[in-house]
């Protein structure tokens, strides 16, 4: 069991974070403010942000699944103490690229991310969801960007990846109409990749966890860099270069011999990132 995050004396959840190893290799960390529907503050972000450091930093950490306690993945950002203390407009800047920094830290994990998204995952939340390599919905998820309903212009990279993950039209859609959608309408839309009955939500994301701790993470890690670059817009040419290296790299180590090994063996493969 990993070390839990606590929060301040003044908090009214025991634990901001609670942190676990569900199964060797994997991480699992749950928002814990159940009574606040796991609303994203201040301080959770900066909490998250600490434990993404202790994860990229665990040599023995192969795939992370994000969840949220209770009944709630993440209902939004808690707007009412976002930058309150902020006096200038400069200030506010300042807290927002702080506050926006743990999605970027979770996007940027090395290893795979499997989001668990349990009801709700609003405004913030679904931004948190968007971060993870894989979403995985209970058929009780709604998922929204209500920011301009709220008289908000949106923030945490929402504009960026919903346009990239399910296309303009759609990204416009939830943006600019701001209306929820359901777990079935998420997958439709490749906003989910899976949707499960609420009960077996858990476990259906820990099987696509485990599934990745199992792989190379040599491998696992290049290609999310990969994914990235072409998300970012990198031309075919430099993708196919990095793939290039990264496949002649991969083509030469043990795992390759073992991966073809067991194919014709017609057994599992047995990956030691050697």
């Avoid at 995050?5 to 942190?19: E, N, T």
């Avoid at 403010?33 to 023995?60: F, G, H, I, M, Y």
């Avoid at 300042?94 to 743990?102: I, M, N, S």
């Avoid at 858990?202 to 599934?211: G, I, K, M, S």
Wanted: proline content about 7%; overall charge neutral; glycine content about 8%.
């Amino acid at each position: 069991m990993l070390p839990v995050v606590a929060p301040s004396s003044g908090d009214s959840d025991s634990q901001l974070l609670i942190c676990s190893r569900p199964a060797p290799g994997v991480i699992q960390i749950a928002l814990n403010q159940p009574r606040r529907r796991n609303a994203l503050t201040e301080q959770v972000a900066q909490v998250l942000r600490q434990e993404l450091a202790r994860v990229a930093a665990d040599p023995s950490a192969r795939a992370l699944v994000l969840t949220g306690a209770g009944s709630a993945f993440c209902a939004g950002a808690d707007l009412g103490s976002l930058g309150a203390e902020a006096a200038t407009p400069a200030a506010k800047r300042k807290v927002l690229a702080d506050y926006y920094r743990a999605f970027l830290d979770l996007r940027d994990l090395s290893i795979p991310t499997v989001a668990a998204v349990n009801g709700p995952a609003i405004g913030a939340g679904l931004n948190l969801a968007l971060c993870c390599d894989l979403r995985v919905v209970g058929d009780d998820a709604q998922l929204a960007a209500p920011f301009v309903k709220l008289g908000i212009h949106p923030g945490g990279g929402a504009t960026w990846m919903l346009t990239r993950v399910i296309g303009p039209a759609a990204a416009r859609e939830l943006l600019l109409l701001g209306q929820p959608i359901g777990a079935e309408r998420a997958v439709q839309l490749g906003l989910a990749n899976r949707m499960v009955p609420a009960a077996q939500l858990q476990a259906a994301a820990l099987e696509w966890a485990t599934a990745l701790a199992a792989l190379p993470s040599p491998v696992l890690r290049n290609l999310k860099h990969t994914l990235a670059m072409a998300e970012a817009g990198a031309s075919l040419d430099a993708v196919l270069a990095f793939e290039t290296e990264a496949q002649a790299s991969s083509l030469a180590s043990e795992d390759a011999r073992e991966g073809w090994a067991a194919l014709r063996e017609h057994r599992p493969p047995q990956f030691h990132d050697r």
